[in-house]
């Protein structure tokens, strides 16, 4: 009776040592991820960063408190080792490109090439950056629909973000016939920069001769607006030099094809 009372005492010692170890670990959890997201946000940190460095914290204490109650079991430390370590190699070889998508996460968080709200082309696909998580990164397509892509495939890829400075150029070549005055399309193309207000004064408009295609002459035309304002600019100086070739009767050139058709039939005898 004693022996049976003694494995009653012990089981409900160890169910207490794992019931308090379950407890004390989520409480610890809400802590400790709460102090670390108060000390980055102090510091400015993204959110997006935030929420990967969270979930590195996150899986590690889930996986000290499962460590613990194997403990408390009766499982032995070195088996407990012994079974981290064949586990670890195991999951390393079956989670290869998962731990690949962590370590690119990691580097993604430090290096920071995007940030949470970051225009970014990945080569393969372009969008808003709006999380970045353990294994991959979300954007969202300009049409909104959502792309996850594996952290792997982010940081091993040449990235373009549109949206990390705050002044971008606008480039458009403008043909004109080669029967126009260059210098006199050059100067009404300037009227439209000067007439545009959010156009910036410095650097100032780049407007020069680039190039003799086949059926026109092509004149480049360059300034520098604020990131937030390139499309609507883009677009607003592009029906401007319309308008403004319309009133001043310069012809925009395009291709012309001729075809000639020959009445070759055969004769009937």
């Known amino acids: 009776m004693r022996?049976?009372?003694?494995?009653?005492?012990?089981?409900?010692?160890?169910?207490?040592?794992?019931?308090?170890?379950?407890?004390i670990g989520?409480?610890?959890?809400?802590?400790?991820?709460?102090?670390?997201?108060?000390?980055?946000?102090?510091?400015?940190?993204?959110r997006a960063v935030m929420g990967f460095v969270t979930s590195l914290i996150k899986s590690a204490i889930i996986l000290l408190m499962i460590f613990l109650i194997g403990y408390f079991i009766g499982v032995p430390i070195t088996?407990?080792?012994?079974?981290?370590?064949?586990?670890?190699?195991?999951?390393?070889?079956?989670?290869?490109g998962s731990l690949s998508n962590i370590a690119s996460g990691i580097v993604i968080a430090i290096t920071k090439p995007f940030i949470e709200g970051d225009f970014i082309d990945t080569g393969e696909v372009a969008g808003k950056v709006r999380d970045i998580k353990?294994?991959?990164?979300?954007?969202?397509?300009?049409?909104?629909?959502?792309i996850i892509i594996p952290n792997s495939v982010v940081a091993n890829n040449h990235i373009t973000n549109f949206t990390d400075q705050s002044v971008r150029m606008i480039e458009i070549k403008v043909p004109i016939s080669?029967?126009?005055?260059?210098?006199?399309?050059?100067?009404?193309?300037?009227?439209?920069?000067?007439?545009?207000?959010?156009?910036?004064?410095?650097?100032?408009?780049?407007?020069?001769?680039?190039?003799?295609?086949?059926?026109?002459?092509d004149i480049i035309f360059r300034i520098w607006v604020d990131t937030s304002d390139y499309w609507e600019v883009y677009w607003d100086v592009r029906e401007s030099i319309i308008t403004a070739f319309n009133d001043n009767n310069i012809i925009i050139p395009y291709n012309k094809l001729d075809v000639n058709v020959y009445n070759d039939s055969a004769k009937v005898k």
């Open 134 to 146: 353990l294994f991959n990164t979300e954007l969202v397509t300009i049409d909104n629909k959502k």
């Open 26 to 46: 989520l409480i610890a959890l809400k802590i400790v991820v709460k102090i670390v997201r108060k000390i980055m946000t102090k510091s400015g940190v993204d």
């Open 79 to 96: 088996a407990l080792v012994a079974i981290t370590g064949a586990v670890t190699v195991a999951l390393g070889l079956a989670l290869q």
């Open 3 to 23: 022996n049976i009372q003694f494995d009653w005492i012990d089981f409900l010692i160890r169910l207490g040592l794992i019931t308090a170890t379950v407890l």
């Open 178 to 217: 080669y029967d126009e005055d260059v210098e006199r399309v050059k100067e009404i193309l300037l009227k439209v920069a000067i007439s545009n207000e959010r156009v910036h004064e410095t650097p100032l408009p780049i407007i020069r001769l680039h190039e003799y295609s086949d059926s026109s002459l």
